[in-house]
């Protein structure tokens, strides 16, 4: 039996975001074929509700690069990485040191979301804040009003490229933790970083459900950085053609482009499909 398991963004979803209704169709196929699928995505739960709800995401999924699974029939978390108070510590300095603002992603009793940041520097951070708010079941507040009980999944800043590479280069000194960095889609005079635990992958959080759930095989779908550690564990690893070099060079074949629904076309001739 395998498991296939999803990326999101740049590789199940098209351009707007969206699942088509060629891919959802597809998606149906495979759940009435019995072939067991899920998500490995590095949004937040929340963040996906939209998305899910449009086909049948049955399976425990992982949301922020494996920090979290989630169990859809338990309605609860299964399985969590979360930062230390030293680490959080280390990260905070790292990025305030840099003249940016660090937003500290919790999940908190109730399975509440939250963002929280220290005062904002600039109008770009302000759009980046009114961004998070936008997102659904995510509340954002200024950092003095994160409760205790919560507990921090990830930290991610904005800012000049020179600010977010020496960040990385102080994360890098940390072994417990590891950091993802890109180009923002705001321009390339901008760029993200988000940082977590260095246990909370895609690939051990694959390599966890391939166990609960008793299957043998993994076949996996990414295009990014944060894809790579689930390409390692995969059986077989499949990178849309518009995936980074990274993932094409570590892929068993590269298929069709994401929003050209190249996930679910070749899902059909792989599986039968019909």
Known sequence: MHLVVFDLDGTLLNAGSELSSYTRETLELMREAE???????GRTRNDCHTILSQSCFSLPQAYKNGVVIWN???????????????EIQHVVDAVMQQGL?????????????????????????????????????????????????ADITNISALGDPAAVDAIAELVAQEPGLV??????????????IDIHHISASKGNAVTLLKEQLGL??????????????????ADEAYAPRNAKAPLKAAATQVIGHHDEDGVARFLRERFDLR
């Open 35 to 41: 072939v067991a699928y899920t998500i490995a995505t």
């Open 72 to 86: 859809p029939t338990a309605a609860d978390y299964s399985h969590s990485n979360f930062l230390t108070l030293a």
């Open 101 to 149: 603002a660090p937003f500290l992603f919790t999940i908190e009793p109730g399975q509440k979301h939250g963002a929280y940041h220290p005062p904002l520097n600039n109008t770009t951070e302000e759009r980046l804040a009114a961004l998070f708010r936008s997102r659904p079941g995510l509340e954002v507040r200024p950092a003095a009003e994160m409760p205790a009980s």
């Open 179 to 192: 950091a993802y960095a890109g180009t923002a889609l705001e321009g390339a005079e901008l760029k993200w």
């Open 216 to 233: 043998e095989r993994v076949l996996c779908f990414g295009d990014s950085d944060n894809d790579l550690s689930m390409f390692q564990i």
